[in-house]
């Protein structure tokens, strides 16, 4: 009688511990208690492409919004480099009006051509493959940046540009352009002024765009706050993915 309790004690102690072991494993697996659920390679891709379309989607916001170009020092749209020899000219003959009001103009047709920037970006994410999410989670902290810088500037430039190219031919300042320029290269011994003023403003829009992609980026990568879903938080957050990036 003994030898029997003694057995179905050490079945129960046997069955308590192999239980408290399947806890265990799931405490450990589900995250609580400090540790992590293993991540698919689905649910990484899926992590990487909402931090995708999370930031392009803000980074365009930014901006098309009004003053997202003019207001912002980082991506001011300024009087091209290579004729401000014409910038200066004019604002000393008494025209500095004139001037200001065709910088405007450039920083707001960036603004309103970077409104068609969001499904371009929406589409190179969904055109993602499971190799480019991982070199983008392990590459630096622009790796998406530049990942849309492959994918997407040939489109982004294509349909910046009639937009802008519309918005300075509807000015006053940018009709007069080609003629102040030929009327300034006119001037003996002055270097030529050749600018392509479409081309320059759509440029330098897209550049902007991108820089507030980076930021964006950066910020989704180092401050949890920013991971605004659970995949995010979990895909940057994961610290086995941390240590290979």
Known sequence: ?????????????????????????????????????????????????????????????????????????????????????????????????????????????????????????RQAVQQMTIQDGFEILRGPDNAATEYFRRTTTAELHNLFRPVIAQALDNTLATRYWNDIVQQYNRIPFVQPVTTDLTAYTTQRATDGLFLLLEQEEKAI????????????RRVFGHSSLQAAS
């Open 221 to 232: 990568r180092q401050d949890p706050v920013k991971r605004t879903t659970d995949i995010l």
């Open 1 to 121: 009688m003994k030898s029997v309790k003694l057995a179905g004690l050490l079945v129960t102690a046997l069955f308590v511990l192999s239980a408290c072991a399947e806890l265990q494993q799931f405490v450990e697996q589900s995250g609580i208690g400090g540790g992590e659920l293993p991540l698919s390679e689905a649910e990484v891709v899926s992590g990487l492409k909402d931090a995708l379309e999370v930031g392009a989607a803000r980074a365009a916001g930014t901006a098309s919004a009004q003053g997202g170009y003019l207001d912002n020092q980082l991506l001011f749209i300024a009087f091209p480099q290579e004729a401000r020899r014409v910038e200066n000219t004019l604002r000393d003959l008494g025209f500095g009006g004139l001037v200001d009001d065709f910088v405007t103009t450039l920083n707001r047709s960036a603004e309103e051509a970077a409104r068609s920037a969001a499904p371009v970006f």
